[in-house]
């Protein structure tokens, strides 16, 4: 059975770092491209980050700069670390699996099948 298990949300001020990570048991992790989405209140589920089994690496325009994604194939982890944070960046983050190695299509969600629960992220001013 696929889980994908997020932690390391939390509070924080604005200007301020987080690192939220994913832990994937269940399936071949180190085939899959991974990605990370979040969900802002009253919104639709945004594509933030996601790496390619080739470690190719893609970000929303508006995170560039200021989130880095990782993977661990090893420890079957993913890595979000976020910078810089500011008010919108407040959402539920999920951490998601994508059917093939690469990620095409990415930010659309539909592309995914297998997600986390989510942790909460609240970026406070």
């Known amino acids: 059975q696929i889980q994908l298990v997020e932690s390391g949300g939390g509070v924080v001020q604005a200007g301020g770092s987080l690192s939220l990570s994913c832990t994937a048991v269940g399936f071949a992790y180190s085939t899959h491209c991974m990605a990370w989405f979040r969900q802002a209140p009253g919104q639709g589920r945004e594509g933030v980050a996601s790496?390619?089994?080739?470690?190719?690496?893609r970000y929303a325009d508006s995170v560039k700069g200021r989130f880095t994604i990782s993977r661990d194939n090893a420890k079957r982890t993913l890595v979000l670390q976020m910078n810089d944070l500011n008010s919108e960046d407040t959402a539920v983050y999920y951490c998601?699996?994508?059917?093939?190695?690469?990620?095409?299509?990415?930010?659309?969600?539909?592309?995914?099948?297998?997600w986390g629960k989510g942790t909460q992220v609240t970026v406070s001013s």
């Open positions: 998601a699996s994508g059917p093939l190695k690469e990620c095409i299509g990415w930010q659309n969600q539909n592309y995914f099948g297998s």
């Open positions: 790496v390619e089994v080739g470690g190719t690496i």
